[in-house]
């Protein structure tokens, strides 16, 4: 059986691909851990267990899970552990946690999938987490291959680096950073509860028509990540930064559309807007983004919006730049901001508004 935990979407997608490559059940621990089932899993001889990487290890509510529940039929487990960049020596942890289960441990695999936690650092970009998605394709396929031959997957690095984050910071981390006070909803939430049904910890609920946050957090960020509206904010430390779930990039690859070609009046429009744009300006920008895994002709993509700093804005190669991102001129259809206004209004010889009446 194929066992997994996620918060944005990332290991659920991995498990599934497992689940099918393997022909072996999918069980969604989320559910399990939301709903307090401690009933004993009926799981088979062969256990993957699929989990995002919380701070060089798998979640402590995962751990705590399995430690407490009853895998029947259980012999051998497989870790796969897909994390932002690395996941440290969290191998040593999973298996003390396979011998305490009485499970043969057989290793533990790394897939470097799309970051998600804004709450610390940034997301990706659509296009970039595309690319990270299809990158991550091998060591998916290694992994596969290897749980079907019953072999281990293969010893990991381990530092002394590695040893410390997973040894020392984890639970510092877990201490210090693992708390949902900053979270708070802005005005545009419109009461839908679709971040009360996502929290695997029932750790929000709806007063008047607004989410409050309770203790019980474990920052999986599926509430911040996940929200229709993207009316969650953690703090400052959200702010202005995308958003990633697996499910709604893939959502949105199947539903590109065709560049569309402004017309004479809209181009005159966009470039008067962009003749006002300053750097250091905060602003917000729709454009284009080609699909450039799959290209087609005429181009397809998906419009995206951006809120900013403006870092620069080159005439010569016809580029905005806003926060890390550069936007060619020739991909915007819209340029809004405080102070950017239609071209009459800014020379100041629009019509007074009674005269329009
Ligand atoms: C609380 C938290 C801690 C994280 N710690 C690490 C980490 O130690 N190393 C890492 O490479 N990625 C880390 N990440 C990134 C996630 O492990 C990664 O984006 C994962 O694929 C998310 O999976 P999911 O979509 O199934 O939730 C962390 C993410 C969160 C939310
Ligand atoms: S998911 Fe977003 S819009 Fe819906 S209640 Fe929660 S914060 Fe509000
Ligand atoms: S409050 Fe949000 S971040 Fe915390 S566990 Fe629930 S869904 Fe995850």
Redesign the pocket.
């Known amino acids: 059986m194929v066992l997994y935990f996620?918060?944005?979407?990332?290991?659920?997608y991995l498990a599934r691909r497992i689940a099918e490559g393997l022909d072996m059940p999918l069980y969604d621990l989320n559910t399990c851990i939301k709903a307090g089932d401690t009933a004993p899993v009926q799981t088979g001889q062969d256990v993957v267990l699929v989990t995002?990487?919380?701070?060089?290890r798998i979640p402590r509510v995962v751990s705590q899970w399995l430690g407490n529940i009853e895998l029947t039929g259980a012999e051998r487990i497989w870790f796969v552990m897909?994390?932002?960049?690395?996941?440290g020596n969290a191998a040593k942890y999973n298996q003390q946690l396979a011998a305490q289960k009485h499970l043969r441990y057989m290793g533990t695999a790394q897939i470097i999938?799309?970051?998600?936690?804004i709450a610390m650092f940034h997301a990706p970009q659509k296009e970039q987490a595309r690319r990270i998605v299809e990158q991550a394709e091998p060591a998916l396929q290694k992994a596969l291959a290897q749980v079907r031959a019953g072999q281990e997957f293969s010893p990991l690095r381990d530092t002394l680096y590695d040893r410390f984050m997973s040894g020392s910071v984890n639970p510092a981390f877990y201490r210090f950073f693992v708390k949902a006070d900053a979270f708070r909803a802005t005005d545009v939430c419109i009461g839908c509860g679709k971040c009360v049904e996502l929290c695997p910890l029932n750790n929000i609920r709806l007063e008047n028509g607004k989410p409050v946050w309770g203790k019980h957090c474990t920052?999986?960020?599926a509430c911040i990540c996940d929200c229709p509206k993207e009316a969650i904010e953690y703090g400052k430390k959200s702010k202005g930064k995308p958003r990633y779930h697996?499910e709604a990039l893939e959502k949105q690859r199947t539903e590109r559309v065709t560049k569309r070609i402004l017309t004479e009046e809209e181009m005159s429009d966009l470039s008067d807007k962009l003749m006002q744009v300053t750097k250091g300006m905060t602003i917000t920008v729709r454009y284009f983004v080609e699909d450039t895994a799959h290209p087609e002709i005429p181009a397809v993509g998906n419009y995206v919006t951006l809120t900013g700093r403006v870092e620069s804005i080159d005439p010569v190669f016809r580029t905005l730049q806003i926060a890390k991102v550069v936007v060619p001129f020739e991909d915007l259809v819209e340029v809004r901001g405080d102070g950017i206004v239609a071209i009459d209004d800014h020379l100041g010889i629009a019509e007074p508004i009674e005269s329009m009446q």
């Open positions: 996620t918060g944005t979407g990332n290991s659920r995002p990487t919380y701070a060089w897909d994390c932002g960049s690395e996941i999938m799309p970051e998600n936690y920052h999986c960020m697996f």
